[in-house]
């Protein structure tokens, strides 16, 4: 426990006020920097995970934006839910929280540093049955991204999308150890298709 909110010193919407001895900073992104003697070192015999977890001052990188409000931090956003096309627009991925649909397996944005968002999806289907007329197939998806990109703005928009067929975007080797997704590793496998969707006219 870092950030504690106490029922005589509390505010409603953070997550409370820092525990004694817990130090924290942020950082030129405004992510949460936090250093202490509840904070863990480092990963066990993996100093490849410990350096991109921490800072060189030993501070945890806790992925999260925040404010500190009359010393009561409060998060504002996870920094992993944050993509910067090639224009600097930051987004939220709250598009991939407008994807709970029955036909949805798994979603997984395609867009850093790129002019516009492309998406790769896993169907919630592997039935060769459904997949025998491909084309409807495909018009379902594109049904269901254009309902989605009704709630966003223009530049916030899916323009293209492929899908793939299989159970899973990512294996197990694709997660951290805190089960959290290693993007530049999963994109890495799919670049060829990436580009393809960056190269093509074609939705």
Known sequence: MTYVNTLRDFMFGTVGKPVVGTELRM?????????GPQVVKGYYKNESTTKE???????FKIEDIGEIVNGFLKITKCKKNIIITSGRKILAKLILQCLYNRFVSQAIIIVDKRPYLTMLLVPEFETPRLWAKESKVIGLFENI?????????????VRKFRLLRGKSIYVMGDLTPTFKLKRKEVLRKYAEISKEMYRSSKF
């Open 27 to 35: 950082a030129e992104d405004e992510e949460i920097l936090i250093r």
């Open 53 to 59: 977890a921490f800072n060189e001052d030993g501070f």
């Open 145 to 157: 991204v254009e309902e989605v990109n009704q709630h966003f703005a223009h530049v916030e928009r």
